[in-house]
């Protein structure tokens, strides 16, 4: 008889493909008990059968339970939040008295549509607006309902605001009823379709999904991405947690970038006959980098100079260089230049663990899984040592190594070395 691990593989597969997530060693062990005790002498095809009937539903809903992520908490990565109030939030509820249609996809016990919702209150958005939350959780939603959390879950917030817009409910603290019933919860798989729609049906103004994707297969990220964007209205914002960088940006979507956060803007796209025209963020100078000479044919490939420790100078540059990276995405710079000018920024500052973190997911875009794998490995353990430093976009180094944790994880249950 086979072992366990091995027996259950075929339901390891299929789960990650309905959720979306590559499964850890640690969410695989849990699923594994989880088997153990519904399998009751099935096989994993009889399993697997079970699970797609109604009478399945229930088993199935804690299989979920038994690898879903939902830890959070209200006012979480204020320095993102900072920034989307700012130049998100706050410029939209002034240019226009209408209504906000936002939607928290993967709100977890509510924390993040709690957060919306005080923003919003705080930038005297219309009180006609709505927030949807949606998990693949059932459990987690009927908490999320209570919009009510524990003294902890409210460390980041405000003292003010703690007092304006919170009231006592036994041990724990209840959202005020007037912003309570601006929410709407529902379930959804980011995995299936149809994705909810806005009310009125022309779309979300401002989408969040943030510290969700970091736990996806990269085929899932993607299309998840692309499906978000879809349902944002022309001029609306997708939110992605600063660990959750897109190099495959979706052709209606451009690159909103200030100096502490990057937010993704809906456009129309351009006709498919035309050439799509360059943009510049707003932030960044438009890019003139010409690139290196061809090698003769035969001669040696050139040897890059070693790493030096980086000064304040070079950190600059870097920081530069790993700027027009993320700028590029959303403007079809090629995959080479990208590697290029990542390559050069770990040259100046190989500390640069946000530069190294994202090479990792360019070469495994690639194709490159264990050049991809190494580049994640080398950016982690510099985390963990204390040498990396926060860079704009990336302040959350908590948030990266969880998100490089994951990558080797992933990686070398696929085979990696």
Known sequence: MTSSPERWTPVHAWLQAHTGMALSAAQRRRLDARLEALGNGRSAAQLLAHLGTPAGAADLARMVDAVAVHTSEVFRDEVQLSAFREHVLSPRVQRSKQPLRVWSAGCASGEEVATLLLL???????????????????????????????????????????????????????????????????RHNLM????????????????????VLIYFTPDAFQRTVRSLSERLAP?????????????????????????????????????????????????????????????????????????????????????????????????GVPDERSERDLRRCLELDPDHVAARYLLGLLLEQCGQPGAALEAYRRALRAVESGRARPVPFFLNLPRLRVACARAVERLEAEGGP
């Open 235 to 331: 001029g609306g914002v997708l939110v992605l947690s600063a660990a959750e960088p897109l190099l495959q940006v979706p052709p209606e979507l451009r690159l909103l970038a200030s100096e502490h956060a990057f937010f993704y803007v809906r456009e129309d796209a351009a006709p498919a006959s035309a050439p799509r025209p360059k943009r510049n963020s707003g932030r960044f100078p438009t890019i003139t980098r010409p690139g290196p000479a061809a090698p003769k044919p035969g001669a040696p490939a050139p040897v890059p100079d070693p790493p030096a420790p980086a000064d304040e100078a070079a950190m600059a540059q870097a920081d530069w260089l790993f700027s027009c990276v993320l700028d590029g995405a959303s403007k």
């Open 192 to 211: 299936e379709s149809p994705y909810p729609e806005a009310a009125g049906g022309n779309g979300f103004d401002i989408i969040f999904c943030r510290n």
């Open 120 to 186: 919003m209150a705080q930038e005297g958005a219309d009180p006609a607006s709505r927030v949807l939350g949606t998990d693949i959780s059932d459990p987690v939603l009927t908490r999320a309902r209570e919009l009510s959390f524990t003294a902890e879950a409210l460390l980041r917030v405000p003292e003010a605001l703690r007092t304006r817009f919170f009231e006592p409910k036994g041990r724990r603290h209840a959202l005020v009823e007037s912003l309570r019933a601006q929410a709407d919860f529902r």
